[in-house]
């Protein structure tokens, strides 16, 4: 069996990343360890999720420390939706979201696949909050 078990997501600050991931998404912080030397770990994602371990796909947040990756913050996927966020109430997220001050681009739609509305995180990214049908 082969599931993806983490993706590597740039930020320009690691605790302005997390407060957004578990305060305005309500994630769930997995890790947050100082290792020898002063590297930082820290992984994100969602609560409940259907990864083998119960936890789904984590985003493991890295410090854009390079000229380069600083410059690729914000833009992980070029202008396409990065991330395919999956809710099972989506009026709860979408309201939790724009209390915590979450820019939507578009109002909720509803389209064959389900609710679905594209959001940006902290940096501009765009992802889409999607509830399928029946959930």
Same mark, same amino acid.
């Given at each position: ?21 578990? !305060?305005?998404?309500? $994630?769930? @912080? &997995?890790? %947050? ?6 590297? /930082?770990?820290?992984?994100? =994602? ?32 070029? !202008?396409?939706?990065? $991330?395919? @966020? &999956?809710? %099972? ?6 309201? /939790?979201?724009?209390?915590? =001050? ?34």
């Amino acid at each position: 069996m082969l599931r993806l078990e983490n993706a590597t997501y740039l930020v320009h600050d690691l605790d302005d990343a997390i407060a957004f991931f578990t !305060d305005a998404l309500g $994630f769930t @912080l &997995r890790q %947050d360890e100082t290792f020898e030397g002063g590297w /930082r770990r820290v992984v994100v =994602g969602p609560g409940a999720g259907t990864g083998a371990d119960g936890e789904g796909t984590g985003l493991v947040l890295a410090l854009a420390t390079s000229d380069d990756a600083r410059a690729r913050v914000g833009r992980q996927a070029g !202008d396409e939706v990065a $991330f395919f @966020l &999956r809710t %099972d109430d989506f009026a709860a997220q979408h309201a /939790r979201m724009l209390a915590h =001050g979450v820019r939507f681009r578009e109002e909720p739609r509803h389209e064959v696949y389900g609710t679905v509305a594209i959001f940006e995180d902290l940096y501009g990214t765009p992802w889409d909050l999607i509830q399928p049908p029946h959930a």
